[in-house]
C-alpha cells in the first residue's frame, strides 16, 4: 500500500541502495545490442553543481531509457586527479592542522598525503552523483591515478614521443607566479579591471624626435626588443630601421614593420616584448627578435635587469619605472583604461605571460584526422553549429603544453643525464636499460620533475577505462561509444583531444555524436557565481523537493541551444507534478484498480478506453523521437502534458462515474484499462523520474521485477477508431467550457444546469454525452434548440453550438459589481508586491524564501487578474 505521501528523503536513498546493491546498474547483463557512454570524470575535489546534476541527469535519462530498450548498456565512471585543485586542497589541509608543508614534506610524503585525503574525502562527488540518481556502472569506477591508467598515460607519452609527436620547446605559457606552474587556458579567468593605458616617448637615437607607444604593462619595457609600425603607416616611414632607446633602461632597439601593429590603435606603434606576450611572441619568431625574459616564476624581475631591478615584484617595479619615467620626462600621459586582464583561478593572481622550456604535444598532425571525422560526418555535434565551433580551434590549433611543474599527476616519464641528454621510458628500470645500452655501462640519471597536463589523461579515457592497452573484451564490445554529453566550455580542451587521442591510437573516432548542453543560469539569466551570490546548490534542492523534481525541472528546460534559467518555484511546481502522479496512483489502489492484470486491447469496446491508449501510443511514440532526437525538453513537456492533463486531469476523472456506479458494464474493462495505463506510464517516466516511479511501481502490485529492468513497452494504435479522439476531446471542451462559466459567473460547482444545443449538433453523438454531463458538469438536463434562449452564456466545440442557461438565482448586476471591487483589491496588492521586487534593497536583505514567495504570489495574482477580466467581459454581455 502507498503511504499518503511520497517521502523523498527516505525511499531515495533506500531504492537507490538497492539498486546498486542488485547489481543493476552494471553492463554484460544481457548480449543484446551494446550501448556505451562516458561520464566526464568530475575532479575528485568537487562537489556536485549544477552543471553537473544537468549534464548528469540527461545522461542517466539516456541510460536508463536504453536498458529499458534492452541493450546492453555500460555507463563508465569515475574520477579526475584534478592536479592543481587536488594539490591545493591538500596544501591548505596542511596548513590548517599544522602541519609540516609540502616543501618541508618533500615530494613522496607529500604525495603519500594526497592519497589519504583521497581515500578520506574523495568519494564526495561520487556519492552525490548517487544522490541525483545517477545510475553509473561503480563496479567498474576509475581514477585517472589509477594504475591501469597510468600505464595507458605512459605508453600514450611514449609513443608519441617515439613518433616525434611530443617533443621539448621553449615557447611562452600562461604562467602562475603564486602556484608556480604553466596552466590551461580554461583555467585562466579574464577579469575587467580599472587600470590605466601609459603613453610613453621612447627617443630616436641620433635624434630630438621620439616615437610614441601605449601600455598597460610598463614593466615589460626591461624586455622590448623592438618597436614595430605598420608596413602601411606613413607616418613613420623614414623612421623604419632606425634605433630608438629605451626610456630609463637605456638599452638600443630598431623600429621594425610588421601587420600586427594597427595604425587605427593608439599611435600606430606598438612596442613589442615576445617573452612576455602571445601576440609579441609571434612577432618575435616572425622577425628573428631576441627573446628576452625579465621575470622569474615567482613574478620578479631576474638577472636580465640591473641589478637596482633585480628581485623587485612586477607591479613594484611597475609603480617604480612609472615615477621614474614621469620624473624624466618620458611619460606624456596616462588615461584610464578598463582591461581585461588574465587571472589564475584557483589563486586568482595575474597570469603572465612567461617564456619556458616545456613539453608540447605535435597538435596540428592530431588535429587533421580529427577534422575530417566531423567534416565527413563520422562524428556529429547536436546541435550542429558546435561543429563550427570544433573546426575553428582545431583549424587554428597551437602546440599544446603538457607539462605542469606540481607534483600531483602523472609524472612524466623523461630521464635526463648529467649532461641533458634525454632518455624517454615507460618506467625507471627501463629507462636505466636504455642508458646501459647507449652509453656501455649503467649511468646516473634522473626523472623529469614535471607531471603531465591533466587533460592529457583525460583525453585518453573513453579507452583507457576500457583497460587500454590490453586487448580487453569491454574494448571490443564497447569502444567506440555511442555518445558523450558535456558542456560547450570544454569542446576543444576534452572533446577535441579525446577525438585525436582515440583516432590515433584505437583507429577510430571515440563516440559518434556528442551532445553539447547549455549553461545552468539564475532565474534572471545571469551566470551563477560566487561573486554575485546567486549560486544554488542542486543538494540544497534535492532535500527540500526530492532528486526527481530537480531532475524533471532541468530536463524541462534543457532545450538546445537555450540556456536554462533555473528558479526555485520551477523545482517546486514539479514536485507538486510528482504528488499528482502519487495520488492518481493511491486512487487506482483505493479503486481496487491495480488488482486488473490481464489487459487486452484487442478486447476493448468502450470509447474512452480505446480513446486513452491511443493517446498514450501516440505521446510515447512523440517521446521515442524526442529523446532519440536528445530534444529533452519535448520529451519532458510531452510527457507531463499527458499524465497531468490527459490521464489525471480527464480519463481519472471520466472514469470516476463508472467506478462509483454499481454493476457498471464498463467498469472491469475500465480497471484492466487504468491499471495497463499506469503502469505504462511509469515505465515511460522512470528515465526521468526515476525514484518516485520505482516506489509506487514495488508498492502498487506484487511485481516479479523491479521498475529499473522492466522491458520498455511497445504498443500500436487500437484500428478502425479514426473519429474517436475527437469525440473525447469534443467532450472534454464542453465540460471545459461549463466549469469556466460556472467560475465567471461565481456560480457553485454543485449547483444543477442546464444546457441548450442547437438541433442536430455533431456533439450529441458523443457516447454516453448525458451521462458524464450529469454527473460531472452537474448538467441535469440537455436540450435541443432551433435558437438559444436570451439568459445564456454561449460557446462552440468544433461545429457544434451550445448555451449555458444562467440560472434565476444570479444577480448579473451584482456579479458585475463584485467582480469590479475584487479586480480593484487585485490591482492594489499586485502593484504592492511588484513596488516591493523593484526595490533593490528588498532584493539584496529579504531572505530568499520570502522574495521567492512573493514571485509566486504575483505569479498567481496575474492569473487571477485574467480571470476576473474575463469574467467582466462576459457578464458585461449577458446584461446587454
Same mark, same amino acid.
Given at each position: 500500500m502507498l503511504n499518503k505521501s511520497y517521502d523523498p528523503k527516505e525511499a531515495e536513498a533506500r531504492l537507490y541502495n538497492y539498486w546498486e546493491t542488485e547489481g543493476y546498474f552494471k553492463c554484460g547483463l544481457t548480449n543484446n545490442q551494446p550501448f556505451s557512454i562516458v561520464i566526464p570524470p568530475p575532479n575528485v575535489t568537487g562537489s556536485l553543481h549544477m552543471g553537473h546534476a544537468l549534464n548528469n541527469t540527461l545522461q542517466d535519462i539516456i541510460v536508463r531509457y536504453k536498458r529499458m530498450l534492452g541493450e546492453d548498456v555500460l555507463w563508465q565512471t569515475g574520477t579526475d586527479h584534478a592536479g592543481i585543485a587536488t594539490q591545493m586542497v591538500v596544501e591548505r589541509k596542511l596548513d590548517s592542522e599544522n602541519k609540516p608543508s609540502r616543501i618541508e614534506l618533500g615530494r613522496k610524503k607529500f604525495i603519500d598525503e594526497i592519497w589519504k585525503w583521497k581515500e578520506e574525502s574523495g568519494s564526495i562527488i561520487t556519492n552525490q552523483l548517487r544522490r541525483l540518481g545517477a545510475s553509473c556502472d561503480w563496479s567498474r569506477e576509475r581514477f585517472t591515478m589509477d594504475e591501469g591508467l597510468s600505464l595507458a598515460v605512459n605508453k600514450v607519452f611514449v609513443d608519441l614521443y617515439n613518433e616525434g609527436l611530443i617533443y621539448k620547446d621553449k615557447r611562452l605559457v600562461n604562467w602562475d607566479p603564486q602556484l608556480r606552474t604553466a596552466i590551461s587556458d580554461l583555467e585562466v579567468v579574464q577579469k575587467e579591471v580599472d587600470g590605466c593605458l601609459w603613453y610613453i616617448n621612447y627617443p630616436i637615437k641620433g635624434s630630438k624626435e621620439s616615437i610614441t607607444i601605449a601600455t598597460t604593462r610598463p614593466e615589460t619595457m626591461f624586455g622590448d626588443t623592438a618597436i614595430a609600425v605598420h608596413p602601411s603607416d606613413n607616418r613613420y616611414t623614414d623612421l623604419i630601421g632606425k634605433d630608438v632607446i629605451i626610456p630609463i633602461i637605456g638599452r638600443s632597439i630598431k623600429i621594425i614593420t610588421d601587420e600586427y601593429a594597427d595604425p587605427e590603435q593608439g599611435s600606430g606603434a606598438v612596442k613589442i616584448t615576445p617573452a612576455h606576450d602571445f601576440n609579441d611572441f609571434e612577432v618575435g619568431k616572425r622577425n628573428n627578435l631576441e627573446m628576452l625574459s625579465i621575470l622569474d616564476i615567482d613574478g620578479k624581475l631576474n638577472q636580465n635587469v640591473d641589478k637596482e631591478w633585480q628581485g623587485l615584484d612586477r607591479f613594484e617595479a611597475r609603480s617604480k619605472l612609472l615615477k621614474m619615467l614621469s620624473k624624466e620626462g618620458y611619460l606624456e600621459k596616462e588615461e584610464k583604461y578598463n582591461n581585461s586582464v588574465p587571472h589564475g583561478d584557483r589563486s586568482d593572481v595575474v597570469i603572465e605571460p612567461y617564456l619556458t622550456e616545456q613539453w608540447y604535444v605535435d597538435a596540428k598532425t592530431l588535429a587533421k584526422p580529427a577534422l575530417d571525422s566531423v567534416k565527413s560526418g563520422d562524428m556529429k555535434f547536436i546541435p550542429s553549429n558546435w561543429s563550427k565551433t570544433y573546426y575553428e580551434w582545431l583549424e587554428n590549433i597551437q602546440p599544446w603544453c603538457i607539462s605542469r611543474q606540481l607534483w600531483w599527476g602523472h609524472r612524466i616519464p623523461a630521464w635526463y643525464t648529467k649532461d641533458g641528454k634525454i632518455i624517454v621510458a615507460h618506467n625507471e628500470k627501463e629507462a636505466f636499460s636504455i642508458a646501459k645500452k647507449e652509453f656501455g655501462k649503467d649511468i646516473e640519471i634522473y626523472q623529469d620533475e614535471d607531471v603531465l597536463d591533466t587533460w592529457f589523461s583525460s583525453a585518453l579515457w573513453p579507452f583507457s577505462t576500457l583497460g587500454w592497452p590490453e586487448e580487453t573484451v569491454e574494448i571490443e564490445k564497447y569502444y567506440p561509444t555511442n555518445l558523450l554529453v558535456t558542456?560547450?566550455?570544454?569542446?576543444?580542451?576534452?572533446? +577535441?583531444?579525446?577525438?585525436?587521442?582515440?583516432?590515433?591510437?584505437?583507429? /577510430?573516432?571515440? !563516440?559518434?555524436?556528442?551532445?553539447?548542453?547549455?549553461?545552468?543560469?539564475?532565474?534572471?539569466?545571469? /551566470?551563477?557565481?560566487?561573486?554575485?551570490?546567486?549560486?544554488?546548490?542542486? *543538494?540544497?534542492?534535492?532535500?527540500?523537493?526530492?532528486?526527481? #523534481? $530537480?531532475? !524533471?525541472?532541468?530536463?524541462?528546460? +534543457?532545450?538546445?541551444?537555450?540556456? @536554462?534559467?533555473?528558479?526555485? #518555484?520551477?523545482?517546486?511546481?514539479?514536485?507538486?507534478?510528482?504528488?499528482?502522479?502519487?495520488?492518481? #496512483?493511491?486512487?487506482?489502489?483505493?479503486?481496487?484498480?491495480?488488482? !486488473?492484470?490481464? =489487459?487486452?486491447?484487442?478486447?476493448?469496446?468502450?470509447?474512452?478506453?480505446?480513446?486513452?491508449?491511443?493517446? =498514450?501510443?501516440?505521446?510515447?511514440?512523440? $517521446?521515442?523521437?524526442?529523446?532519440?532526437?536528445?530534444?529533452?525538453?519535448?520529451?519532458?513537456?510531452?510527457?507531463?502534458? !499527458? &499524465?497531468?492533463?490527459?490521464?489525471?486531469? %480527464?480519463?481519472?476523472?471520466?472514469?470516476?462515474?463508472? $467506478? #462509483?456506479?454499481?454493476?457498471?458494464?464498463? +467498469?472491469?474493462?475500465?480497471?484492466?484499462?487504468?491499471? =495497463?495505463?499506469?503502469?505504462?506510464?511509469? &515505465?515511460?517516466?522512470?528515465? =526521468?523520474?526515476?525514484?518516485?516511479?520505482?516506489?509506487? %511501481?514495488?508498492?502498487? /502490485?506484487?511485481?516479479?521485477?523491479?521498475?529499473?529492468?522492466?522491458? %520498455?513497452?511497445?504498443?500500436? *494504435? @487500437?484500428?478502425?477508431?479514426?473519429?474517436?479522439?475527437?469525440?473525447?476531446?469534443? *467532450?472534454?471542451e464542453i465540460i471545459s467550457n461549463i466549469r469556466s462559466i460556472r467560475v465567471e459567473l461565481n456560480i457553485k460547482p454543485k449547483e444543477k444546469l442546464a444546457i441548450e444545443v442547437i438541433n442536430n449538433s455533431e456533439a450529441l453523438k458523443i457516447k454516453n454525452l448525458e451521462f458524464y454531463l450529469a454527473k460531472i458538469a452537474n448538467i441535469s438536463y440537455i436540450t435541443e434548440v432551433s435558437d438559444f434562449s436570451d439568459k445564456s452564456a454561449k460557446f462552440n466545440v468544433n461545429n457544434s453550438r451550445f448555451s449555458l442557461l444562467i440560472p434565476t438565482s444570479i444577480d448579473l448586476t451584482a456579479e458585475l459589481s463584485r467582480v469590479i471591487k475584487e479586480e480593484e483589491k487585485l490591482e492594489k496588492e499586485i502593484n504592492s508586491i511588484s513596488n516591493r521586487l523593484k526595490n533593490k534593497d528588498f532584493i539584496v536583505k529579504a531572505p530568499k524564501k520570502v522574495v521567492e514567495e512573493n514571485k509566486i504570489k504575483i505569479e498567481d495574482m496575474m492569473q487571477n487578474k485574467e480571470r476576473l477580466l474575463s469574467s467582466k467581459e462576459l457578464i458585461k454581455k449577458l446584461i446587454k
Open positions: 558542456g560547450f566550455d570544454i569542446i576543444f580542451f576534452w572533446v +577535441a583531444r579525446m577525438m585525436m587521442m582515440g583516432i590515433h591510437f584505437m583507429g /577510430k573516432r571515440p !563516440f559518434s555524436e556528442v551532445y553539447i548542453h547549455a549553461l545552468v543560469r539564475d532565474e534572471k539569466g545571469q /551566470k551563477m557565481s560566487k561573486s554575485k551570490g546567486n549560486i544554488v546548490d542542486p *543538494l540544497d534542492l534535492i532535500d527540500k523537493y526530492g532528486a526527481d #523534481s $530537480l531532475r !524533471f525541472t532541468l530536463t524541462a528546460m +534543457a532545450a538546445q541551444g537555450r540556456d @536554462v534559467r533555473l528558479s526555485e #518555484s520551477r523545482v517546486q511546481g514539479y514536485r507538486n507534478f510528482g504528488t499528482k502522479i502519487w495520488n492518481a #496512483s493511491r486512487f487506482c489502489e483505493m479503486n481496487d484498480i491495480n488488482n !486488473f492484470n490481464s =489487459f487486452d486491447k484487442n478486447s476493448l469496446e468502450y470509447p474512452l478506453n480505446i480513446w486513452i491508449l491511443n493517446e =498514450f501510443v501516440e505521446m510515447q511514440s512523440q $517521446l521515442e523521437i524526442n529523446i532519440t532526437e536528445y530534444r529533452f525538453n519535448d520529451a519532458a513537456n510531452i510527457i507531463y502534458q !499527458f &499524465i497531468w492533463g490527459t490521464f489525471c486531469d %480527464w480519463y481519472i476523472e471520466l472514469i470516476k462515474p463508472h $467506478l #462509483s456506479e454499481e454493476d457498471d458494464k464498463y +467498469a472491469n474493462e475500465i480497471k484492466e484499462t487504468c491499471s =495497463f495505463i499506469l503502469d505504462s506510464i511509469l &515505465i515511460s517516466l522512470h528515465p =526521468f523520474m526515476p525514484f518516485i516511479t520505482e516506489e509506487i %511501481w514495488q508498492n502498487i /502490485k506484487k511485481r516479479d521485477n523491479p521498475l529499473i529492468i522492466q522491458k %520498455w513497452r511497445e504498443i500500436s *494504435l @487500437v484500428d478502425g477508431h479514426n473519429n474517436l479522439g475527437d469525440e473525447i476531446n469534443d *467532450l472534454i
